[in-house]
C-alpha cells in the first residue's frame, strides 16, 4: 500500500494537499479503488440511528400493500422469491452509492448521479427524485386518511363521515398541518432518528397484529392464490417490492451524516435496516395473503373489522410511522428541488446559503400543499404505488448500474479481467431497471385502461 502526502494530482485529476491523502492499493478488494480521502464532516448520526432512519424510510405504506402484491404476482412463493431476489440487488446498489458517494463526499443521491454522470445525469436524477418522491409522500397522505377513517369508525360508528369535523379531508388537512408540516421545516434530517424508532417499533406492533390475526379470523371465504395465472402476473409484485425496499434517495444523506462516514460502518447499517424490512415484508406479506386471499385490500388494514381493538392500535401505530416517514422523502425532494434552482439561477454557493432559509421555507409550503392537495382526492394507495413503484427501480437498479460502470472506468485500480466483470454487472443493474420500469408501467396502464381482471386491492 502507499500512502502519499502533500500536494499530489489525484486519480481523477483533483490536487491534494494538507491533511488530504490519497491511497492507493489494488489488492484490498474487489474493486481495488483508488480512494480519496479528505477531512470528512462529522455527523451526529450514530449507527443505530443510521438504521432506523433507514428502515424508517422503507417500511409504512409499502408494508400494508404487500399482501395484495403476493396475490397478484401468484401467490406466496413467488412472491417471496421475487422479494429475495430483489433484496440482493438492492443490497448491491446501496454499497455502489456509497463507494461512489466517497469520491466528493457527495451528501446526496443526486450528487452522487453528478459525480458520476455529469450534467444529463444530474437533471434526470433530479426531475426523477422529484417526482418519486413526491408521488410517496401523497401514498403517506392517502395511508393516513385511510387510518383516520378506520380509527374513527371504532370510535364513533359508520356515520362519522356525517359530521364535518371528521370528514377524511379535515382530519386529513388537520395532522398534516400541525404534526407533518413543522416536522419539514428543519435544514438537516438527523433528529428524525427518535421519531424514527418509534415509527420502526410501530411497523413491528402491525406485523403482529397480522400474524395474530391469522390465529384469531375463520379461513377466508375468498381463494387463496397460490400460482400465477399467466407469466405477466409474476412481475405485478414488483411495484409494491421497489416501493417497499427503495431507501436508496435517502440513504445518501443518512451516510454522509453517520459520526463515522466509512463503507464498512455503512454496511452494517444496510444490513441491519434490509433485515428488519425483509422480516416485516415477509411476515405482512404472508399472514395477511393467508388471512384474505386475493380480496384483501391494497391497504390491508382496511380489511379488518372496525371494531377490532388490536387493530385500531395498529391504525395508530402506522400513523405514527408515516407522520415521521414524510418528512423523510420530503427531505430529499426538497434537496433535488433546491439543487435545480441553484443550478438554474447559476447562484455561488455564498448566495445559495445566505437564501437557503427562506427557499427551503417556500419549497416545503409548496411541496406540502400539492401533495396534501391530491391525497384528498385519489382514492387508495394500490393506484399510486402501481405509477411510481416501478420508478422506483431506477433509483434502485438504473442509477447505480451507471453510477458502477462509471466508477470503474475513471477510479478503479482493479484489474482489467475484474473491471470488466464490473462493468457487465452494472449493464447488468441498468437493463434491468430499464426493463422493470417499463413493464410496470405499461402493466399499470393496462390495467388502468382495459379495467384487468378482478384481483387483490379493490379496497
Known amino acids: 500500500m502507499e500512502t502519499v502526502k502533500g500536494p499530489v494530482a489525484g486519480p481523477d485529476g483533483l490536487t491534494a494537499s494538507g491533511n488530504t491523502f490519497y491511497v492507493a492499493n489494488e489488492n484490498t478488494s474487489l474493486i481495488g479503488s483508488i480512494s480519496v480521502e479528505r477531512d470528512r464532516p462529522v455527523g451526529k448520526t450514530s449507527l443505530l440511528g443510521a438504521i432506523f432512519i433507514v428502515v424508517n424510510a422503507c417500511i409504512g405504506a409499502g408494508m400494508l400493500n404487500f399482501p395484495a402484491a403476493y396475490q397478484g404476482a401468484g401467490g406466496i412463493h413467488v412472491g417471496i422469491l421475487m422479494q429475495c431476489a430483489l433484496l440482493l440487488v438492492v443490497f448491491g446498489s446501496l454499497l455502489i452509492l456509497a463507494l461512489c458517494a466517497d469520491i466528493r463526499l457527495s451528501p446526496s443521491y443526486q450528487d452522487v448521479i453528478t459525480e458520476m454522470c455529469g450534467g444529463i445525469g444530474k437533471i434526470l436524477s433530479e426531475?426523477?427524485?422529484?417526482?418519486?418522491?413526491?408521488?410517496?409522500?401523497?401514498?403517506?397522505?392517502?395511508?393516513?386518511?385511510?387510518?383516520?377513517?378506520?380509527?374513527?369508525?371504532?370510535?364513533?360508528?359508520?356515520?362519522?363521515?356525517?359530521?364535518?369535523?371528521?370528514?377524511?379531508?379535515?382530519?386529513?388537512?388537520i395532522f398534516a398541518v400541525f404534526i407533518i408540516f413543522p416536522l419539514c421545516i428543519p435544514k438537516n434530517i438527523d433528529f428524525l432518528k427518535y421519531p424514527s424508532s418509534v415509527g420502526v417499533l410501530a411497523s413491528f406492533y402491525v406485523c403482529a397484529v397480522i400474524v395474530v390475526n391469522y390465529h384469531i379470523y375463520p379461513p377466508p371465504t375468498a381463494e387463496i392464490i397460490t400460482k400465477p395465472q399467466s407469466w405477466m402476473d409474476v412481475f405485478s409484485a414488483i411495484p409494491a417490492i421497489c416501493f417497499g425496499f427503495q431507501c436508496h434517495v435517502s440513504s445518501v444523506p443518512v451516510y454522509s451524516s453517520l459520526k463515522k462516514r466509512t463503507l464498512g460502518e455503512f454496511t452494517k447499517v444496510v444490513i441491519g435496516a434490509l433485515t428488519i424490512g425483509f422480516i416485516a415484508y415477509t411476515l405482512a406479506g404472508v399472514y395477511g395473503s393467508l388471512t384474505f386471499g386475493w380480496v384483501v385490500c391494497s391497504d390491508v388494514l382496511l380489511s379488518y373489522n372496525a371494531d377490532d381493538v388490536p387493530v385500531t392500535v395498529a391504525r395508530c401505530m402506522i400513523l405514527c410511522n408515516m407522520l415521521t416517514t414524510y418528512p423523510v422523502l420530503q427531505f430529499c425532494g426538497r434537496l433535488a428541488i433546491d439543487s435545480m434552482w441553484v443550478t438554474s439561477w447559476n447562484?455561488?454557493?455564498?448566495?445559495?446559503?445566505?437564501?437557503?432559509?427562506?427557499?427551503?421555507?417556500?419549497?416545503?409550503?409548496?411541496?406540502?400543499?400539492?401533495?396534501?392537495?391530491?391525497?384528498?382526492?385519489?382514492?387508495?394507495?394500490?393506484?399510486?404505488?402501481s405509477v411510481i413503484g416501478g420508478l422506483a427501480a431506477v433509483f434502485i437498479l438504473v442509477f447505480p448500474g451507471v453510477c458502477l460502470i462509471?466508477?470503474?472506468?475513471?477510479?478503479?485500480?482493479?484489474?482489467?479481467?475484474?473491471?470488466?466483470?464490473?462493468?457487465?454487472?452494472?449493464?447488468?443493474?441498468?437493463?434491468?431497471?430499464?426493463?422493470?420500469?417499463?413493464?410496470?408501467?405499461?402493466?399499470?396502464i393496462m390495467k388502468d385502461v382495459m379495467n384487468g381482471h378482478q384481483q387483490s386491492g379493490q379496497c
Open 347 to 385: 447562484l455561488s454557493s455564498e448566495e445559495a446559503e445566505r437564501r437557503a432559509k427562506p427557499r427551503r421555507i417556500i419549497e416545503t409550503l409548496i411541496w406540502f400543499i400539492c401533495s396534501l392537495f391530491l391525497a384528498l382526492f385519489i382514492p387508495n394507495i394500490g393506484v399510486v404505488i
Open 127 to 173: 426531475i426523477m427524485i422529484i417526482i418519486y418522491t413526491f408521488g410517496s409522500c401523497v401514498a403517506y397522505f392517502i395511508v393516513i386518511g385511510d387510518q383516520l377513517d378506520s380509527i374513527l369508525t371504532f370510535i364513533h360508528g359508520e356515520d362519522f363521515a356525517d359530521f364535518w369535523y371528521m370528514n377524511r379531508k379535515f382530519t386529513i388537512s
Open 406 to 444: 462509471q466508477f470503474v472506468l475513471k477510479h478503479s485500480a482493479a484489474s482489467i479481467p475484474k473491471q470488466r466483470f464490473l462493468i457487465a454487472i452494472g449493464f447488468i443493474y441498468t437493463a434491468l431497471g430499464i426493463f422493470i420500469l417499463g413493464e410496470s408501467t405499461t402493466q399499470s
